[in-house]
């Protein structure tokens, strides 16, 4: 049986529509709280990917999430830099709860800007997974000390 190609979510919109958020204030950019996320439409969420940048800090976990050939599996806390066209899955939905929050934007956005322009030279924004950078309670703990 032949799998089914990944999903495109082709907009901010269509994202928002997608976790169940009100529309975004803005079509190419959008700092989404994952307390706030819904998962209820689980055949997309079984392979997708989007059009935009993604930097997301992430505390908890609601299911496994899949990146590439392999699962993040740190429920304590992970960082993530992702490109437009990289291909995701999240299984095993729960409610259980997420704290954080992802910062969503599209390449237009900064075209015009340098940043545009070199934005490709970042590597981490096309790390493998095993690149991912957790966050334990020690690392949190010590940044909080810091203060």
């Known amino acids: 049986m032949k799998k089914a190609a990944p999903h495109r979510?082709?907009?901010?919109?269509?994202?928002?529509?997608?976790?169940?958020l009100p529309k975004p204030d803005h079509p190419l950019i959008s700092v989404i709280d994952f307390e706030l996320l819904k998962f209820d439409n689980?055949?997309?969420?079984?392979?997708?990917?989007?059009?935009?940048?993604?930097?997301?800090?992430?505390?908890?976990?609601?299911?496994?999430?899949?990146?590439?050939?392999?699962?993040?599996?740190?429920?304590?806390?992970?960082?993530?830099?992702?490109?437009?066209?990289?291909?995701?899955?999240?299984?095993?939905?729960?409610?259980?709860?997420?704290?954080?929050?992802?910062?969503?934007f599209k390449p237009d956005l900064i075209r015009h800007y340098e940043l545009g322009k070199v934005i490709g030279n970042y590597g981490f924004f096309s790390y493998s997974t095993s690149e991912a950078l957790h966050l334990s309670e020690k690392k949190t703990n010590m940044h909080k000390d810091q203060k």
């Not at 993530?80 to 899955?89: A, E, L, V």
């Open 9 to 20: 979510i082709q907009s901010i919109s269509e994202l928002h529509s997608l976790f169940g």
């Open 42 to 104: 689980n055949e997309i969420w079984e392979s997708f990917f989007y059009d935009f940048y993604c930097v997301a800090c992430k505390k908890g976990s609601s299911g496994k999430f899949k990146y590439g050939q392999g699962h993040y599996d740190f429920d304590e806390g992970i960082m993530s830099f992702t490109k437009p066209g990289q291909i995701f899955s999240v299984t095993n939905v729960t409610d259980d709860p997420v704290s954080g929050y992802m910062l969503i």
